[in-house]
């Protein structure tokens, strides 16, 4: 059999979390909340799995970039290598400078700076959209001259190193503080203090940031997440909080140029007033009494964890075989695994609506299992239809949210 050896990266993570989890510990350090490192879980999951999708695509348009348009014929030598891995660096440096500078770029990368923790988890942070953003960025590679099977091969290296500068159990690195980007620059970069805001862009050379003058040592003890905290830990208000504030203020501009500005402004031009706006039409209130809740129930926390250890078991194995895997069990599977996230995520914020979630999941996994075994498990679809018409009539909800949370809410 060939198996994408890719997948073993998820259980190469986790393990290198729980690590930082014990040295943390050892520290006496309180670095891990809940909420915050399910949150950022199910966004690396959700980037993951779609990445399984889209790498394909990414890949194609770099090729085709090279053979149509290339400037130069840049080998795979020493020579070439070492170029393509500056050339990446510096390309990075400047997508990553113009994500925080311009309100369209920002309304996907914010979802990385959400976590009010710095640790493994916040790495996790990066989707889909942003994977997308990069490629428009990376696009010049191929042009410049560097074979698609380079650039893949060199994004999946320098992807690796951001992982590990994503803590704070690690402190200052002597002379590679002047080389490279380290643990006390990143955590510079993902501060909401003033002194550090728009700060340290670099991904694995801290040059360009001295260089641009965009550099700046860690000092005083960085306070972590957005300088306006988002109080959420909804999987989809966290995707798309970002680029519901962008529409909504460019709706409001008067004329095309003001629009243009907006779209390509700097993000404290929009108007925080509108963030406030949107979270009464779609979060639920009550944060406190949100994280007592979550705080004080292990059962609680057993079935949220029983979630994602089951969805990250499921992503392995989808990963490791998915070229074994048919088509319609591929959607199956990723639906399965979203509804997942968005699950996770509406059980943190209470949602009233998280029981029709649940019975959503429980279908689209017996449609997967009746893909694989045929008719008979038509029955037992008829009997989930059945159940989810009786949910909605019964008491199920009530009990559901008593044995869950420990009220009817």
Known sequence: ????????????????????????????????????????????IAERLLDSFTVGVFYFVYDYLHQHYALLDIRANVWGWIGLLIATDFVWYWYHRLAHEINLFWAVHIVHHQSDDFNYTVSARITVFQAILRTGFWSILPIMGFPAEMITTILLLHGLYPFFIHTRTIGKLGWLEYVLVTPSHHRVHHASNPEYLDKNYGDVLIIWDKLFGTFVEEQAEPIYGLTKPLDSHSFLWQHFHGLLEVLVATRRASGWLAKWRVLFGRPDSVDPGIREELEGRFLSANTAGRLHVHQKSRRFKGYVIGQMAGILLILFTFLLVESYVPAYLQLLTALFILLTLINCGALLEQRQWVLYLEIGRLTV??????????????????????????????SIQKRYFHLLYGSSL
Do not use: C, D, T
Not at 8 to 34: D, H, M, S, T, W
Not at 375 to 382: K, S
């Open 1 to 44: 059999m060939h198996f994408n050896w890719l997948a073993f990266a998820v259980p190469l993570f986790l393990f290198f979390i729980g690590l930082e989890y014990l040295v943390a510990k050892r520290q006496k350090k309180n670095y891990f909340q809940f909420n915050n490192s399910i949150a950022n879980l199910n966004v690396g």
């Open 365 to 394: 996994l017996w449609l997967a299992f009746y893909s694989v075994l045929g008719y008979p498990m038509l029955i037992v679809l008829g009997y989930i239809a059945a159940l989810s018409f009786w949910a909605y009539f019964a």
